[in-house]
């Protein structure tokens, strides 16, 4: 049996659990803020979470959000060096 590839078209609903990079626990996407790198090398914030590309997600803690900019774990992931920019904007987001 070949579970390769899941039928297209039903209804079932997938489970989208990930993994914050700052403390590694798995939570929902509702609970996480979702940083990606797309096709052309541009890291933004996906706020639709629907941007193609590779994605991070953190967790929106007040916790996870300090550690971040402390740590700048986002800029081994992506294997660039963020603009402090994105990170403030990191933090602002999950803070609001
Ligand atoms: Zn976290």
Known sequence: M???????????KKIEMRRC?????????SELLRVVKNSSGEISLDET????GRGAYVCKSPECSA???????LDKIFKTKLPNGLYD???E???M
């Open 2 to 12: 070949s579970r390769g590839k899941a039928a297209k078209g039903t209804a079932i």
């Open 21 to 29: 990079v700052v403390c590694r626990q798995v939570r929902h996407k």
């Open 93 to 95: 987001k999950i803070l």
């Open 49 to 52: 979470k629907k941007i193609e």
């Open 89 to 91: 904007l990191i933090k």
């Open 67 to 73: 550690m971040l900019l402390k740590r700048r774990n």
